[in-house]
């Protein structure tokens, strides 16, 4: 019996200690800074000349591509070589009119996600009455993420992995620099009265409803953008073909993460998906989507926020949602889920 | 057991409302974990000293930036002030084993500091961060696991770690627990003395009571169950002092407790294997300062009932066994093992 106590002394010691030097191994090993993830000015050069090659010979990616469709919008304009001047053509295409673009012409797939955990280091966040910041949750639900997508043959990058401060500006910058497929960005609701407990998902757009305005005020808050940025920026929402496929991500992960949270909090309300000018959607240049995880001003939804195994679990549906929509959208025979051998823990609790 | 003469061991509780240390010295010690700083020039000259810790700190805070640097057992946030604060509670705890904190011909500080048992991982991070200075190596366990660990209670038993800010559940079953075997709820003594100060503004609006007056009632007289006898306390009303029986008050404030208390209870009782949920049933162990109320394992077992019944015990030493059981671990990690978790 002694023998069985030491034994057992022993192996909880052992995993004690396992536990914490991962952790320590983990803070040594801080992830780069943004000014250091950020490509280097020499990178930043070679893009550029791909860049203006790319724009210069057009041959060569008509001839790579796919031959869309006839009825593909747009069509005419890539099945011939630019003439000489074609810049005073495209001057005669008024740009409040832009062609929408069928999603078949082109064979998309996602490799890279850039995963955001809202607010961070002095941004707070929302506060729950008892202390718990938004800060803390997202990057909690954010981290766990990463882990789940360890085994799937996805590429995933966070914008920030401690508690740091970093603006909109920045994160936005860090996942159109890495060129992601996807950005996802994890926040927590703060709403009056506090009985509700919403569910809601966000894509790029414009609204009135003067509540989604006000959301979007505090969530834009500190982005560093400037005036003339947001100007810019709100151009993009009517111009940018990517909103649909936005919306579509959007759609998936709000159905998964309703359909595995209310099993747990059956008082959750899905509010469904909605659109609003977030910078973080605006500025973004691949489908972008913010979620509202769940409600900090509701004291209940705080208390199942502060059990690791609900966060787990909305790190899951985020997980199952954007694997859903990569599964919809890689033209490929093998589906992603099929090629991620889903963990243990995962298939058990579902 | 590796300690050479160079290195001292240490477990630490660092509590909201108390923090205690352990020491393979033989040093314990207990804390109120308040730290203070006199508020200008005349405080300073009063209190003789530039930081305060703890009852002293307490006794003089009208003339103190009191601080109460933790928060449902860690580090709060959003100030510099109250890392400051947590370093210096830190530093005093150590001091009072007869360390001397930035001393150079100090030997080696092994430390096992608790944390809860859902604490954030950035959480533990800062804690790690403010104890740089004051041990070289550095290792976090939850509550519950350093107070199973110290009790040996390895297998087949559950540990309530009911402290000021939280309440941590954990399950042992023979292995280092998981997410899944514990729990944190936020439902502990400091939601007891709002609770309490709540009754007291709607029942005797004209008391004057402080939230500090509170909390030495609680620890008095706090109960759930039948009292021992009632609970009379004198304060002023309109400037006269007045006696007041908040009996009542004190039932429902220490009760408010038992309903999320026994639910998650319950529940981690209910994810045990079925061939053993008996054996930890009759294995639970009641740790930290609020397991003194009085009362509270008769109604933790009540609430077993609906399972088949239940044993519940509170430790010998509510206040030390969390430290205790700290530096349990730290004088059975080796050397090596400590090298890994140097700061």
Known sequence: MENDVAETKLRVLREAIRSNVEMVRSVRVRPKTFAQRALPVGLWGSLLVASVAYLAVPSLVVSRGKEPPASAAGANTTKSLPPAGAEVMEAAVPLSTPHRLNRAALPLTVKRIVIDPGHGGKQHGAISE????????????????????????????????????????????FANANNADLFVSIHVNWMEPREIRPLETYYVGATND????????????????????????????????????????????NAELYRSLSQINPELENRGVKMAPFAVLIGTQMPAVLAEVSCLSNEEDVKLLTNADYREKIAQALLRGILSYADKLNDSDKKVADLWKKPTKLSVSE | MEETNETLCIGIDLGTSRSSISAS?????????????????????????????????????????????????VIKEGSGKDEEAVQELLRHLISLIGIKPKSKNRGKVRAVVGVPAEAFRISKERLRGAMDGVADSVMLVSEPFAVAYGLEALLHAMIIDIGAGTADFCVMQ??????????????????????????????????????????????????????????????????????????????????????????????????????????????????????????????????????????????????????????????????????????
């Open chain 2, 25 to 73: 010295n033989g040093e314990r010690h207990v804390v109120d974990s308040y730290v203070g700083w006199p508020v200008d020039m005349v405080a300073r000259k009063l209190v003789k000293k530039t930081v305060l810790v703890g009852r002293e700190a307490l006794d003089n805070r009208s003339m103190l930036d009191l601080r109460r640097p933790l928060e449902r057992g």
């Open chain 1, 130 to 173: 008892s202390g718990v910041s938004e800060k803390d949750i997202t990057l909690d639900i954010a981290l766990r993420l990463r882990r789940l997508m360890e085994s799937a043959p996805l590429e995933v990058l966070m914008t920030r992995e401690i508690d740091e401060t970093l603006q909109l500006e920045q994160r936005v910058d």
């Open chain 2, 174 to 343: 023979g292995h280092y627990p998981t997410e899944a075997d514990q729990r944190t709820l936020p439902n502990a003594g400091d939601s007891i003395d709002e609770r309490l100060l709540k009754l007291m503004q709607e029942r005797h609006p004209e008391a004057q009571v402080s939230i500090h007056m509170i909390r030495d009632w609680k620890e008095k007289w706090s109960f759930v169950g039948e009292p021992k006898s009632r609970v009379k306390v004198t304060v002023p009303a309109k400037g006269k002092a007045t006696e007041f029986d908040i009996t009542d008050e004190m039932r429902g404030a220490c009760e408010s407790i038992l309903p999320p208390i026994s639910e998650t209870m319950i529940d981690l009782l209910s994810r045990v294997e079925p061939e053993y949920q008996e054996r930890v049933r009759h294995n639970i162990i009641l740790a930290g300062g609020s397991a003194l109320i009085s009362g509270l394992p008769d109604a933790f077992e009540k609430a077993c009932l609906e399972l088949g019944g239940g044993r519940v015990t509170v430790v010998k030493d509510p206040i030390f066994a969390g430290s205790d059981g700290g530096l349990a671990i730290a004088r059975d990690a080796s050397n090596a093992d400590w090298d890994k978790l140097s700061l």
């Open chain 1, 210 to 253: 003067p509540a989604l305005i006000k959301l979007a005020r505090i969530e834009n808050r500190d982005s560093g953008y400037s005036l003339a940025d947001y100007r810019r920026l709100l151009d993009k929402i009517y111009l940018d073909t990517r909103r649909e496929e936005s919306h579509r991500l959007a759609k998936t992960i």
